[in-house]
């Protein structure tokens, strides 16, 4: 016991598991906890508790959601012909606050890794395919990683035949950067993108 | 709503209100959890939901607990005739870790603070002022920051006429620190606390 009470270590124990969160960390925090209002820890605790029974997986595009279909699925006004592919639940929130997307989503959860046993089955690729009755378009957003590559190509190959138009977003210069410091590949990945001014 | 669910944002909003945790590694931690098992969620926010309750203040030296008197103050292989005054709980798992102090332990909740509106009434110093009965040496382990200083004096003050003695951690170079590197101030008071080698 580092913190003389058996319950204080358990809570920088459940706190240093988390990323990012080393045991130092996870003690500070707890410690502010005490600090606060008991009514804090109890509604967060309260929170996490039931966290898992209230966010399940939308049945559609196994995005987290509390009401199956998720608000976007059911979404009359959005554009039901499109569906943008991404890796984890978290890319569907970072993409809907660019608010360049008003079609509908597809989770992967995960993408193709043959070195860690990752495979086509251990994604949700299948449930992909039986959505694309009436979508004129894919758009995959996976990460441009060799594993993220390796799955949009795979992607590509299985939806394409079925004559819908598959993209994939840009890869190129962030904005603001500076061409000076960005890497040869994604140097070279601009060049080959290069679109219309 | 960021994140399409009301209990994900919720949970988002309780990471984020911890000290060092902004709103995307909030976000982030949220996610990494639900990726969990539920066990996990359960277990973390069951400790959550309880600690305020389990986790009290040792009614001897404020120290938090589990039972009162805590393990240090109840721990009749201490020596019972000198207490170490530290400003929060954090410190006495620090300075246990050490394995230099013997003693008992007095936890002030805080130092004078003029400017805050911080008294001698909102600290705990009449409690420690009532249990000096047989105390023969009282060590003051504050900050070395400048109401740090002023409590130990003001601590000081109160103590001395008891007889009993009023000692306080050295301040000096760090070990394995270089002279170079280190402030005036701190050099100062490591001249001024030369000790015999």
Redesign the interface.
Known sequence: M???????D??VS?FS?????GRK?A????????RQS?E????????????????IFCSNCF????QDP???CSNTERRSNSILVVE???D??LI??TKEFKGLYHVLHGVLNPLEGIGPEDLKIRDLISRLEGITEVIIALNPTVEGEVTAQYLAKMIKPLEIKVRKIASGIPMGHQLEFSDEATLARAIHGATEV
Chains 1, 2 share one sequence.
Not at 2 to 8: A, G, K, R
Not at 40 to 55: M, N, P, S, Y
Request: charged residues 15%; proline residues 7%.
């Open positions: 580092d913190n003389q009470t058996q319950s204080l358990n809570l459940h598991s988390l990323p990012s969160i960390t003690t500070r925090l707890v410690y502010h906890i005490l008991p804090f820890a109890a509604r967060f605790g309260q929170d996490l508790l039931t966290i898992h029974e209230k966010v995005n987290f959601t509390e998720c608000p976007i984890q639940p978290s569907v929130a809907e606050r």
